[in-house]
């Protein structure tokens, strides 16, 4: 793997993960027959919000 590469995956790594999540938690919500589909779209879709307000009060104080 190249630095290039490596940096480049080192700055995109979290969005992407997140990005990835929202759109699970989205289909699951979208397609999801109720039952435990409901709840993992609201675990899928609350992690990212919960996860950049850790990081503005942890991280950024």
């Not at 630095?3 to 989205?26: D, E, H, K, N, Y």
Request: proline share 5%; glycine share 8%; aromatic share 14%.
């Amino acid at each position: 793997m190249s630095p290039q590469t490596r940096l480049m995956w080192s700055i995109w790594r979290w969005p992407v993960a997140l990005a990835l999540l929202t759109v699970f938690g989205l289909l699951s919500a979208l397609l999801g027959q109720g039952g435990i589909w409901w709840g993992l779209s609201w675990i899928a879709l609350a992690s990212p919000l919960a996860i950049v307000a850790w990081y503005v009060v942890v991280v950024e104080n």
